[in-house]
């Protein structure tokens, strides 16, 4: 007699992800990524995009990244294991490249997908999304705190840039670092409908995330 195998949550759950990323390569010129195992639990993800990187004690542009995802045994109810391979020099990323996602790193949603985990990730790679009140690399953070020299974010691109060309999207939004009185924020960018064509074009619109999707705890 035939047995049936088993499907477990996880592995349709690892499945999904991957068919996920497979989409999100599709619709990026930036994102590319390498998979391990069946179904797979190891992503190495590279962003081809603009971010910072310290060297010799200069900040200089950087223009690829290497970010190493690990889906563990009990991934989706616990947080993928993050370390960014390339340098970078960002406040919530430490100097051996272990991520801080705020909230997520001690509150995980495991509705969370992976592809969505890669947009957090490229949107705090080309600065859009930073925290300067709880920092990874605090020498990092008062640098961003302080500079004039690059304008935020270095990549005006979304992660999903292709899909944004075809007119099905656009990114609203310019990420900060300073409150009225000196506060540091964090804006994030989303994805919303066109408006209708008009001339001159109508100027994005700053606003502050709803609290369930804040990049800060």
Same mark, same amino acid.
């Given at each position: 007699?035939?047995?049936?195998?088993?499907?477990?949550? #996880?592995?349709?759950?690892?499945?999904?992800?991957?068919?996920?990323?497979?989409?999100?390569? %599709?619709?990026?010129?930036?994102?590319? $990524?390498?998979?391990?195992?069946?179904?797979?639990?190891?992503?190495?993800?590279? $962003? &081809? !995009?603009?971010?910072?990187?310290?060297?010799?004690?200069?900040?200089? *542009?950087?223009?690829?990244? #290497? /970010? %190493?995802?690990?889906? !563990?045994?009990?991934?989706? +109810?616990?947080?993928?294991?993050? +370390?960014?391979?390339?340098?970078?020099?960002?406040?919530?990323?430490?100097?051996?490249?272990?991520?801080?996602?705020? !909230?997520?790193?001690?509150?995980?949603?495991?509705?969370? #997908?992976?592809? @969505?985990?890669?947009?957090?990730?490229?949107? =705090?790679? &080309?600065?859009?999304?930073?925290?300067?009140?709880?920092?990874?690399?605090?020498?990092?953070?008062?640098?961003?705190?302080? #500079?004039?020299?690059?304008? $935020?974010?270095?990549?005006? +691109?979304?992660?999903?840039? /292709?899909?944004?060309?075809? !007119?099905? $999207?656009?990114?609203?939004?310019? *990420?900060?670092?300073?409150?009225?009185?000196? %506060?540091?924020?964090?804006?994030?960018?989303?994805?919303?409908?066109?408006?209708?064509?008009?001339?001159?074009? *109508?100027?994005?619109?700053?606003?502050?995330?709803?609290?369930?999707? =804040?990049?800060? @705890?």
């Amino acid at each position: 007699m035939l047995r049936k195998s088993y499907d477990s949550p #996880q592995s349709r759950r690892l499945r999904s992800d991957r068919s996920a990323m497979e989409r999100l390569q %599709e619709e990026s010129t930036i994102v590319r $990524f390498r998979a391990s195992g069946d179904p797979p639990q190891r992503y190495l993800v590279e $962003f &081809r !995009g603009r971010s910072l990187a310290r060297e010799r004690g200069k900040i200089i *542009a950087q223009d690829s990244h #290497q /970010v %190493e995802i690990k889906l !563990g045994a009990s991934y989706p +109810r616990s947080m993928p294991e993050l +370390r960014w391979l390339t340098p970078i020099y960002h406040p919530n990323i430490s100097e051996i490249g272990l991520v801080c996602l705020g !909230g997520y790193n001690t509150h995980w949603v495991p509705s969370l #997908q992976l592809d @969505e985990l890669c947009e957090m990730l490229w949107d =705090m790679a &080309r600065f859009h999304n930073y925290d300067l009140r709880s920092p990874y690399n605090r020498d990092a953070a008062l640098w961003a705190a302080n #500079q004039s020299t690059f304008a $935020f974010p270095m990549d005006a +691109r979304p992660l999903r840039d /292709v899909r944004a060309a075809q !007119g099905r $999207f656009e990114p609203e939004g310019v *990420a900060s670092s300073q409150g009225t009185e000196g %506060e540091p924020i964090v804006l994030f960018d989303e994805e919303v409908a066109l408006p209708p064509r008009r001339e001159p074009a *109508a100027a994005p619109v700053r606003r502050e995330p709803p609290p369930d999707i =804040m990049f800060i @705890e």
